[in-house]
C-alpha cells in the first residue's frame, strides 16, 4: 500500500498545483503497472459530478489491470464544523492484499481574500484487512507530493497549518 500512497502523493500534488490559481480540478486518475509505467487520465466530461463518477468507475474495474492507482477530484469537506475546499484522493493497491485508503486535503481557495492556502491531510477511510502504519502511510505520502517538483513548491510555499 505505501507505493500507491506514494504515487497519490504525486498526484495529489499536480492537483494542488491545478488549483491554485483558482480553478476546479478536472477529476484524474493517476495508475502504475510494472509493464505500463505511470500514467494518468482526465475524466473531463461537462459536469465535473460526471467526471468524478467516471473516475469511481474506472478505478473500481481497473481495466488497465494496474498494481495501484490514485483518483483526485475536488470536493467539500468539514471539519470541526468550518466547510472547506478539498481535494479527496482514493488511493487504492489492487495487489494482494488489496486495500483502499481515502483521503482529503482541505485547501483555500485562491479567490478567497486571505489568498490560497493548503492544509494539513486529512485520513477519510480505510479499507483494507488490520490496521494500517498511518504513519508509514504519511512518510510515503509526502515523499510522494516531493517528488512533484512543481507542486511541491506550491504546497511548501501555501502550507497553512490551522486546520
Known sequence: MQRAVEL???Y??????CVSDGEAL???LGQESPTQGR????????????GVKRGQDHLRSNPERCERAALVYDGYITVASDRSDALFIVIRSYVDPGATLTMAIPYRNASDPQGF???RP??????GSGQPD????????????ESHEKGAAVWNAALHESI
Open 26 to 28: 478536472v477529476p484524474m
Open 134 to 145: 498511518y504513519i508509514a502511510l504519511t512518510e510515503a505520502f509526502f515523499r510522494g507530493v
Open 117 to 119: 492556502a493548503v492544509h
Open 122 to 127: 486529512k485520513i477519510v477511510d480505510w479499507q
Open 39 to 50: 500514467n494518468m487520465i482526465r475524466f473531463a466530461l461537462d459536469r465535473l459530478e460526471d
Open 8 to 10: 497519490a502523493g504525486f
Open 12 to 17: 495529489a500534488a499536480h492537483a494542488i498545483w
